[in-house]
């Protein structure tokens, strides 16, 4: 595993999402309740960006057409045969950090 450090814990505060880049990837992390989640990117409905929709709870929020997708194991919330890739984060001191690989 390669954990990459991709912000700190104070810049996601709880109910947070951002989008991040590693490498060429794009990734929603988000905090829900002090855990921080980090799902793939890029809607697989119309390719937009999760990382600037909204969190729900533990629901990412697509924001060009709602989809939602559950940040704990990627499942689309109607539909679970649709899914995005998760992947590991830990906490380091005040480091999170990301395995893409």
């Not at 988000?30 to 969190?55: K, S, T």
Request: hydrophobic share 40%.
């Amino acid at each position: 595993m390669a954990f990459r450090p991709v912000c700190t814990v104070g810049q996601l505060p709880p109910g947070g999402l951002t989008e991040i880049l590693i490498e060429d990837k794009s990734i929603a992390l988000c905090n829900v309740d002090g855990q921080f989640h980090a799902i793939e990117g890029v809607c697989p409905h119309r390719n937009a960006p999760l990382g600037q929709g909204a969190l729900h709870g533990k629901m990412v929020v697509c924001p060009w057409h709602a989809w939602e997708f559950d940040c704990t194991t990627g499942q689309h919330d109607y539909n679970p045969s649709i899914a995005v890739a998760t992947y590991a984060v830990k906490v380091e001191g005040e480091d999170i950090l990301v395995d893409i690989d």
